[in-house]
């Protein structure tokens, strides 16, 4: 990686320096450029020719990333810039913080204040020692004052917090009790506390008799009658229609 910063300078300036890093750069007066630093590495001045401009170093509200191409096709990233250095014609104020409020593009402007999220100065609140701080009381109750015709409170309970988040909170936040009968819990426990020492749970027994005893009226009902199945009975000969005669019959006629 490279070690790169970004040089932002006035459109006048500008034009200077294109002609002094061109090709012709023979026909250019400027021939000379230099940029010094004071002691504290935030302020120093820019040298072109025999004209001197005021410089300062400021920090970046984000990282800008560099590439470089050798065929106008592939990409080489070669820096991470998070510094540009401002020249400034003379006589124009200095900027009176180290870090620049915006981007290097219109749309990145007072992006510090519109894009980042700030950060509190928790010395700006410290108002206490830390080594001193006592705990006073643990708060567990409200006192509403309302406007007079307003409506009374329906419940002891107040069902929202103190904040904005904690709107509905009792609703939301905490798991509802089940309704359970406080006997059958007892007696739960005891069952349980019974099979833990070896014995056997006494609601478990009395349920074990309770089943035994309704198998056993169960067997006991009389099961219920099955109706009788009607013998099959020919149809009846119809009135004028004549018997069916058997061989028997035909052979005394024949005598």
């Known amino acids: 990686m490279e070690e790169q910063f970004i040089l932002r300078v006035p459109p006048s300036l500008a034009e200077r320096l294109n002609q002094l890093l061109s090709e012709n750069d023979s026909s250019s007066e400027d021939k000379s450029l230099d940029?010094?630093?004071?002691?504290?590495?935030?302020?120093?001045?820019?040298?072109?020719?025999?004209?001197?401009?005021?410089?300062?170093?400021?920090?970046?509200?984000?990282?800008?990333?560099?590439?470089?191409?050798?065929?106008?096709?592939?990409?080489?990233?070669?820096?991470?810039?998070?510094?540009?250095?401002?020249?400034?014609?003379?006589?124009?104020?200095?900027?009176?913080?180290?870090?620049?409020?915006?981007g290097l593009t219109p749309p990145m402007r007072d992006a510090r204040k519109r894009r980042f999220r700030r950060e509190p100065d928790l010395n700006s609140f410290k108002t206490y020692d830390d080594s001193a701080l006592v705990k006073t009381a643990d708060i567990g109750q409200m006192i509403m004052v309302r406007e007079p015709g307003d409506a009374s409170p329906d419940m002891v309970e107040y069902r929202h917090g103190l904040t904005p988040p904690m709107r509905d909170a009792r609703k939301r936040r905490f798991r509802r009790e089940p309704d359970l009968n406080p006997e059958l819990v007892q007696r739960a426990e005891k069952d349980l506390v019974n099979i833990m020492s070896g014995g056997t749970g006494k609601y478990v027994v009395n349920e074990q008799v309770e089943d035994a005893e309704g198998n056993a009226r169960n067997t006991n009902k009389k099961a219920p009658p099955v109706p009788e199945s009607k013998p099959d009975v020919p149809d009846a000969v119809a009135n004028n229609a004549e018997p069916e005669r058997s061989e028997s019959d035909d052979s005394d006629d024949s005598i």
Do not use: W
């Open 35 to 102: 940029l010094s630093f004071s002691e504290d590495g935030q302020n120093g001045t820019f040298v072109i020719g025999n004209d001197h401009f005021p410089a300062s170093l400021l920090d970046l509200p984000c990282v800008v990333e560099s590439f470089k191409t050798y065929d106008d096709s592939a990409l080489v990233k070669t820096a991470d810039i998070g510094q540009m250095i401002m020249v400034r014609e003379p006589g124009d104020a200095s900027p009176d913080m180290v870090e620049y409020r915006h």
